[in-house]
Antibody
């Protein structure tokens, strides 16, 4: 069965970077793109970007351009999302979600809480 | 960027009643690339509807989606207590997917 297992909660200081991982299993890793979506406390869902695990190409939301980097490791079937220059507004739960062939998101990770506080 | 506006913000209904949630797009969504997700407190979103009207695997037939172009609707025919959640629409027809701000469904 398809599973997306994310890394644990992180606490960071303003200005630091965070790297969240999402380990995929139960399917051919390179056959499906992976989205990253975040959700600030009590707020809605916000799309951050997408990575193609096959070639590593990415497409980032304009809001995060220059601050986000998505990478993958095909040997471990893991995708990563690194966000730099963290500020308090980046406090959120970060999700990975597999892009299905038709484009929607069916499988989601369990979420990773990133807290940014001095 | 396609902006999705959901209404109402909160819907408070009794069990057994019908819920109607609206999602309006700032521009036409190609090929009805519109999905609906349910998110319960403390959980990741769960896909309910894709392609505007197709139920995802395992979703009860109480849930139905309709619409095209810029106006879409999620209906829950007979509300159950377990339907307490926030519901989001999402467009995936452009290179930058976007979500609506959500509709919270409360059970009286």
């Amino acid at each position: 069965q398809v599973q997306l297992v994310q890394s644990g909660a992180e606490m960071k200081k303003p200005g630091a970077s965070v790297k969240v991982s999402c380990k995929a299993s139960g399917y051919t890793f390179t056959s499906y793109f992976m989205h990253w979506v975040r959700q600030a406390p009590g707020q809605g869902l916000e799309w951050m970007g997408i990575i193609n695990p096959s070639g590593g190409s990415t497409n980032y939301a304009q809001k995060f351009q220059g601050r986000v980097t998505m990478t993958r490791d095909t040997s471990t079937s893991t995708v990563y999302m690194e966000l730099s220059s963290l500020r308090s507004e980046d406090t959120a739960v970060y999700y990975c979600a597999r892009r299905e062939i038709s484009g929607y998101m069916y499988y989601w990770g369990q979420g990773t809480l990133v807290t940014v506080s001095s | 960027e396609i902006v999705l506006t959901q209404s109402p913000g909160t819907l408070s209904l009794s069990p057994g009643e019908r819920a109607t949630l609206s999602c309006r797009a700032s521009q036409s969504i190609s090929s009805s690339y519109l999905a609906w997700y349910q998110q319960k407190p403390g959980q990741a979103p769960r896909l309910l509807i894709y392609g505007a009207s197709n139920r995802a695997t395992g979703i009860p037939d109480r849930f139905s989606g309709s619409g095209s172009g810029t106006d879409f609707t999620l209906s829950i025919s007979r509300l159950e207590p377990e339907d307490l959640a926030v519901y989001y629409c999402q467009q995936y027809g452009s290179s930058s997917p976007t979500f609506g701000q959500g509709t919270k469904v409360e059970i009286k």
